[in-house]
């Protein structure tokens, strides 16, 4: 019910923009949208979250990365600029009915993911 879209190959220093339609019954509900990241080898790492209440990042995107989203498609961005060869990885989508907090990334609903390169 969660579709990513988007990835790519991009040079250090250049931008990709994420996108993320939720389908179904459960966008009248959704309360909070996300973006997490998993490169190879590594723990998977929060790198954005909006709510009703605003928008976090993770300190290593902070400045660089922004996330949005349009409640009339259900859909959730993240806009990626002045990319680094440390933002490769896959990209999940995740959506959740309650407020939180999820110190365990206790979200209702995954998308499968996209792949995203950052390489000269």
């Known amino acids: 019910q969660l579709v990513e879209s988007g990835g790519g190959l991009v040079q250090p220093g250049g931008s990709l923009r994420l996108s993320c339609v939720a389908s179904?019954?459960?966008?009248?509900?959704?309360?909070?949208m996300g973006w997490y990241r998993q490169a190879s080898g590594k723990r998977r790492e929060l790198v954005a979250v909006?709510?009703?209440?605003?928008?976090n990042y993770a300190d290593s995107v902070n400045g660089r990365f922004t996330i949005s989203r349009d409640k009339g498609k259900n859909t959730v961005f993240l806009q990626m600029d002045n990319m680094k060869p440390d933002d490769t990885a896959v990209y999940i989508c995740?959506?959740?009915?309650?407020?939180?907090?999820?110190?365990?990334?206790?979200?209702?609903?995954w998308g499968q993911g996209t792949q995203v390169t950052v390489s000269p």
């Open positions: 995740c959506a959740d009915l309650g407020m939180g907090p999820r110190p365990n990334d206790e979200w209702d609903y």
């Open positions: 909006i709510d009703e209440k605003g928008t």
């Open positions: 179904g019954s459960i966008f009248f509900d959704i309360y909070a």
